[in-house]
């Protein structure tokens, strides 16, 4: 039997390779490594958007190992797991892209305007505490986790993404830490009371439409 022919939404290799290519270089145009910490950080993202796409437009791995070894059995087998999971066909697929895509591209904004703001700040040597940095000093790192949560765990949830998933958010939040010693070093007692009012990653209750809204913003302050 071959397994892609009998669930739907599979065997699309070309498109899987498109994804991969146009992913990569939105992540790597934005988020270029330097270090090491950097570059395995990015080695998991990498990893993370080879499999996931393999699975949403190639092969199903995880709905295969579903059927194949721990017999699930639905009426209705889709390459979407939640789509399969909830047996709503179509509509189940449907609903967890909306709601996958509204994360995914929440989290671009947020992602790639965090880091135009960064990079202006380090071009003029200065200390960015301002529009996205006012709610939280990562909102770079923040974006990145909110786009791959909303794509490879709301979208197209696999067992590679969601096990993956953790492994970003421990080494990106260790990565920022890190970070936070060099700018502390740098600019002392003004980044010291700047991390006294401001969280790291998570933005404060209330905050979360600010900081989306602050993000749609592209022009130059």
């Known amino acids: 039997m071959e397994p892609s022919a009998q669930i739907a939404h599979s065997g699309d290799w070309g498109m899987a390779l498109i994804m991969i290519v146009i992913a990569s270089w939105i992540f790597y145009r934005y988020l270029a490594p330097r270090t090491w910490r950097e570059w395995a950080g990015a080695g998991l993202v990498q990893a993370f958007i080879i499999a996931l796409y393999a699975e949403m437009y190639g092969f199903p791995m995880t709905i295969y190992l579903l059927v194949r070894f721990f017999g699930f059995d639905r009426p209705y087998v889709d390459a979407n797991l939640w789509s399969t999971l909830l047996g709503m066909g179509e509509t189940g697929m449907m609903i967890s892209m909306i709601l996958g895509y509204v994360l995914l591209f929440a989290g671009l904004g947020v992602f790639i305007e965090g880091w135009r703001e960064v990079y202006r700040a380090r071009q003029e040597g200065r200390l960015v505490t301002d529009r996205l940095y ?78 989306i809204e602050a993000s749609r913003d592209v022009e130059r302050a």
Request: with cysteine.
């Open 134 to 211: 006012a709610f939280v000093r990562h909102p770079q790192y923040l974006g990145l986790l909110i786009a791959l949560f909303g794509e490879g765990v709301v979208h197209w949830p696999t067992f590679f993404s969601v096990a993956l998933f953790p492994f970003i958010v421990l080494l990106y939040f260790l990565l920022a830490r890190k970070e936070e010693r060099a700018v502390l070093a740098k600019f002392g007692d003004e980044y010291r009371a700047y991390m006294n009012r401001v969280p790291m990653l998570i933005p404060r209750r209330g905050e979360w439409h600010c900081l």
